[in-house]
């Protein structure tokens, strides 16, 4: 069963920077897609960024976010850099087994994890 991990949250200053985890395990993740969302209060989950396991290619919605993985590590990051207060959101990693491309909707993705609050301060 593919596990899924964050961490890395927790709450920076506007301007700061985090970078987020996420620990998958369950799986050879060779043909995955990874990626993270984001879901803000009262707002819908959104696509951040995305990463192809085997290739390492990447798309992002945010110049300031930046999507990696370390493949002996298992392991796919997010760098933010220069937060804002509208970047406060739960935080989401999934993937995906089988997408073409980078979906940018949740739906297309099989595998979730628990979220990680990132919140910044003005």
């Known amino acids: 069963q593919v596990q899924l991990v964050e961490s890395g949250g927790g709450v920076v200053q506007a301007g700061g920077s985090l970078r987020l985890s996420c620990a998958a395990s369950?799986?050879?993740?060779?043909?995955?897609?990874m990626a993270w969302f984001r879901q803000a209060p009262g707002k819908e989950r959104e696509f951040v960024a995305a990463?192809?396991?085997?290739?390492g290619g990447t798309s992002s919605v945010e110049g300031r976010f930046t999507i990696s993985r370390d493949i002996a590590k298992n392991t796919v990051y997010l760098q933010m850099n220069s937060l804002k207060f509208e970047d406060t959101a739960v935080y989401y990693c999934?993937?995906?087994?089988?997408?073409?491309?980078?979906?940018?909707?949740?739906?297309?993705?099989?595998?979730w994890g628990q979220g990680t609050q990132v919140t910044v301060s003005s």
């Open positions: 990463i192809t396991w085997s290739t």
């Open positions: 369950g799986r050879t993740f060779t043909s995955y897609i």
């Open positions: 999934a993937a995906s087994p089988s997408a073409l491309g980078h979906p940018v909707l949740g739906r297309e993705y099989a595998y």
